[in-house]
């Protein structure tokens, strides 16, 4: 863990700790907020805290929100001081996100856990920033429609929003930011605004939802979202199949696609990481590499799917499939993937897992993750794999002891080779986690010089005293 400390050190090295928030403007907020705001320890260090191996580094106060002109307020209060403004959802993100490294004030949208408006005849609905994915899914049940952005976690649609997130779903559905049609956002000088119209498409000036999505609150504050929706499919039908190595899994997905076989989801899961879910779900599936996928549409759409898909995975020496038809089953069969985090971390005993992802274009899919697993072989790491091969994205969970300097060098020696060779092969260092703290020294390389210039460009014109989450994504 050292080596992952000296990264967020390294950004307050670069970027000093600002003021704290001076006694009257905490008179202030305790004044508008009352009970709402909280400088209790236990408050603080929750919301200093989030799934990645960094140490906790709290804020200064929390504040409870309950709607955008509440977080405006908080706001123009903090920019007014030049104190830096934290968003916060449900703590679930894994690159540092919500680490207040420079202190400030964190903006807690739990509160704000309405769901405004459902609009089946649109297939769009609108809700507050901190109703979580199941929350949404739950309010729309009975309706025939679903939001797909599936991460693992029940996070927060603002907080998914913020690091554009995507999951299991992405290989039919997309991603975050194929499912956004407008935001309401709390800008720097504390307005609240609407980025776009419901309206499916627009020509009518630049992409501001687009430009926030992904922002990790280094722009503002999320308060808003209107999502699209999608249909529950008439039929779906999931199944497990394991395979000899990893690259047959991964070739029997690439395959089906190439074909035009329109899978729902396609998750592959390493022997270690399969060893891990019998473990911790008491299943006895195959310890080797497994591919969990799902087929949507009508009952004669289903059967092709999967006859198709039957050739392929015998093409590539897989065994049988384990089949599962009703919502029941299908839920049994998908508990231990969704499951597989937790799984891993019980691999090692007292163990932390510097979690990391690539994502490379379909073709080098099968290569990246064949050099990875050399890699982690060739320097005796603990390193469970797996991901969401319909999209070309992995996962790798390096699980060592926080108290042993020589293991945390070693996993962020791998994970800085994990991100070059995710590049080398035409990818990105980060499919789906964000930036954060970790990413930031990968910008460049990624992106260029240029590139990375013109983000900071942005970042200054939108966010110009760097109030909005700073020491995360670009520094000034």
Sequence with gaps: MEAVMNDAARVKAQTPRRRAPSAAL?????QRFGERLSTSQATLLQHGSDESSYLPQPPDAVVYVQGSEEAAFVVRQCAAERVPVIGFGTGSSVEGHVLAVQGGVCVDFSQMNQVLAIRPNDLTATVQAGVTRGQLNAALAGSGFFFSVDPGADASIGGMVATAASGTNTVRYGT????????????????????????????????????YCGCEGTLGLICEVTVRLHPHPEACAAAVVSFPTVRDAVDSVIDAIQLGVPLARAEMLDALTLRAVNAHSRTTLPESPTLFLEF?????????????????????????????????????LWTPRHHAYFACLQLKAGSRSLTTDACVPLSELAACIDETQADVAAHGLLAPIFGHVGDGNFHCLVLVDPEDPAQNEAAEAFSRRLVQRSLDHGGTSTGEHGVGLHKMRYLEDEHGTPGVALMRAIKKALDPHDIFNPGKVVTP
């Design 296 to 332: 949507c549409g009508s009952k004669a759409q289903i059967d092709a799917q999967a006859e198709l898909m039957r050739e392929v995975v015998d093409s590539h020496g897989g065994g049988a499939f384990e089949w599962a038809l009703r919502p029941e089953e299908r839920s049994r």
């Design 176 to 211: 975050m930011r194929d499912n956004l049609v407008s935001l309401t956002v709390v800008t720097a000088d504390g307005e609240v605004v609407r980025t776009a119209s419901r309206a499916r498409k627009s020509s009518a000036g630049y992409n501001l939802t687009q430009l």
């Design 26 to 30: 905490l008179e202030r907020l305790r």
